[in-house]
T-cell receptor, first 114, second 109 residues
Framework: KAGVTQTPRYLIKTRGQQVTLSCSPI?????VSWYQQTPGQGLQFLFE???????NKGNFPGRFSGRQFSNSRSEMNVSTLELGDSALYLC?????????????FGPGTRLTVT | DQQVKQNSPSLSVQEGRISILNCDYT??????FLWYKKYPAEGPTFLIS?????DKNEDGRFTVFLNKSAKHLSLHIVPSQPGDSAVYFC????????FGKGTRLHILP
């Protein structure tokens, strides 16, 4: 079974631009969660999607948004990028009904904002 | 306000010895506690968990201890091996998971 894939793996953007990151979960997994990893803050939960609906949300500003498609693929969008948005963005998928920590992470997208 | 804290950014341990990684939390309502391991250029992988109703869980070389009164958990790795060198994240949660900042473990030959 293929793992969680994220595209692109690396991205450089300029302050003020917007960016869209993509995540394809493991086949059969309907839940996708997004996390931001920075050296100063560690791993922080952004949001979780299940069956195209946002099920849970972390404490991030409205510039961070996401969506999930009928095939469970998910996208995350960050508008009006700030320097502090530079981070590794990770997505994780899990089976419906699985324990929330039985999630499988992708390799992440490294976003650099200049 | 950090609900899950890993106060040691890094730790070096001799191969074959015991590695002890520590974690503190503030929310007594957490249902479960977890440890994840992360290698560079890879996503974190789930290592071991413990429910809030238990005080110890063991899986091979890895044991997690939970002290609810102290709001403290620890991960013991015995014996430590070179492949254990990675960043370890402590996490806790109920309907969502809250991670600590991670501890980088170096296993010295």
């Amino acid at each position: 079974k293929a793992g969680v894939t994220q595209t692109p793996r690396y991205l450089i953007k300029t302050r003020g631009q917007q960016v869209t990151l993509s995540c394809s979960p493991i086949s059969g997994h309907r839940s996708v969660s997004w996390y931001q990893q920075t050296p100063g803050q560690g791993l922080q939960f952004l949001f979780e999607y299940f069956s195209e609906t946002q099920r849970n949300k972390g404490n991030f500003p409205g510039r961070f948004s996401g969506r999930q498609f009928s095939n469970s693929r998910s996208e995350m969008n960050v508008s009006t990028l700030e320097l502090g948005d530079s981070a590794l963005y990770l997505c994780a998928s899990r089976q419906s009904g699985g324990k929330i920590y039985e999630q499988y992470f992708g390799p992440g997208t490294r976003l650099t904002v200049t | 306000d950090q609900q899950v804290k890993q106060n040691s950014p890094s730790l070096s341990v001799q191969e074959g010895r015991i590695s002890i990684l520590n974690c503190d939390y503030t929310n007594s309502m957490f249902d479960y506690f977890l440890w994840y391991k992360k290698y560079p250029a890879e996503g974190p992988t789930f290592l071991i968990s413990i429910s809030s109703i238990k005080d110890k869980n063991e899986d091979g070389r890895f044991t997690v201890f939970l002290n609810k009164s102290a709001k403290h958990l620890s991960l013991h790795i015995v014996p430590s091996q070179p492949g254990d060198s990675a960043v370890y994240f402590c996490a806790a949660g109920d309907d969502k998971i809250i991670f600590g900042k991670g501890t980088r473990l170096h296993i010295l030959p």
